[in-house]
């Protein structure tokens, strides 16, 4: 027989770890079915409620039980936001890339966010989410959303006013990130630019405009093709800064 009591902190769990997967990597996809989301949700936090010792909830009216509700499910929300930020910087990196190659101008449908992205941040995109899973870091998100229950116990969530410094400091290293998966493409347009402009002075007949147009499309696929194998290493850094925003985001959460 379970008690109101012990219900009411199975509720708490299953709201901070629902909070997680609605904003996580891989999770938080609109092609992941909700119903899985949820039966997802239930078997962790009945995992997690067998596997933490039970402490009592601070609380003496419904409406102080509904705040603490809230900032379970802020909690989870922030981890998993925290965690999810690094694929935005696949897709400014990818909208760079295609800005100098010419492909801006051709955008496609992401069934992942429901709106339109560039050729190559796609690419980058579904890339990287490629190595999370055989990587098996999604093992690893579950884990850190349940070891944030033996961090910051149910009950215990203070979301800190530092918090957005903790922020902005991963926002500068992701777009450092960023500008290093585009830079190749930058040296190499910066080469082409200046060989157009040599041609133009020397050949002032020529229509620089459509044929600069063929040759940086030319040359952008043929350093994306050898880009490939550096996206390894633009995962790792990636995966790194998504494991410290985590681990740091923890002190700021328990108040």
């Given at each position: 027989?379970?008690?109101?009591?012990?219900?009411?902190?199975?509720?708490?769990?299953?709201?901070?770890?629902?909070?997680?997967?609605?904003?996580?990597?891989?999770?938080?996809?609109?092609?992941?079915?909700?119903?899985?989301?949820?039966?997802?949700?239930?078997?962790?936090?009945?995992?997690?409620?067998?596997?933490?010792?039970?402490?009592?909830l601070n609380y003496s009216t419904a409406v102080e039980y509904a705040i603490v509700v809230i900032t379970e499910m802020l909690a989870g929300?922030?981890?998993?936001?925290?965690?999810n930020v690094a694929y935005?910087?696949?897709?400014?990196?990818?909208?760079?890339?295609?800005?100098?190659?010419?492909f801006s101008m051709v955008n496609e449908y992401d069934p992942i966010t429901a709106g339109q992205v560039t050729v190559?941040?796609?690419l980058y995109t579904y890339s990287v989410l490629l190595m999370v899973l055989v990587t098996d870091l999604h093992h690893y998100l579950i884990r850190a959303i349940v070891d944030s229950f033996t961090v910051i116990g149910i009950g215990g969530v203070k979301i800190s006013d530092g918090l957005?410094?903790?922020?902005?400091?991963?926002?500068?290293?992701?777009?450092?990130?960023?500008?290093?998966i585009v830079l190749p493409i930058f040296a190499c347009m910066l080469v082409v630019n200046t060989i157009l402009g040599i041609m133009a002075r020397v050949a002032p007949q020529m229509s620089m405009f459509?044929?600069?147009?063929?040759?940086?499309v030319f040359?952008?696929?043929?350093?994306?093709?050898?880009?490939?194998?550096?996206?390894?290493?633009?995962?790792?850094?990636?995966?790194?800064?998504?494991?410290?925003?985590?681990?740091?985001?923890?002190p700021y959460l328990g108040g």
């Open positions: 027989m379970i008690s109101l009591n012990h219900l009411e902190y199975f509720i708490l769990i299953f709201v901070r770890i629902s909070g997680f997967m609605v904003a996580a990597p891989i999770f938080s996809m609109r092609m992941v079915p909700m119903r899985l989301k949820v039966i997802l949700s239930l078997g962790i936090s009945m995992a997690v409620f067998h596997m933490i010792p039970y402490t009592g929300l922030i981890l998993g936001f925290m965690a935005y910087i696949l897709s400014f990196a990818g909208q760079m890339i295609d800005q100098e190659i010419g190559t941040g796609n957005y410094v903790l922020m902005k400091k991963f926002m500068f290293d992701y777009f450092v990130i960023g500008f290093r459509v044929i600069g147009l063929q040759i940086k040359a952008g696929l043929a350093v994306l093709v050898l880009m490939v194998m550096f996206i390894t290493g633009v995962c790792d850094n990636l995966f790194r800064e998504m494991i410290d925003m985590m681990k740091q985001t923890l």
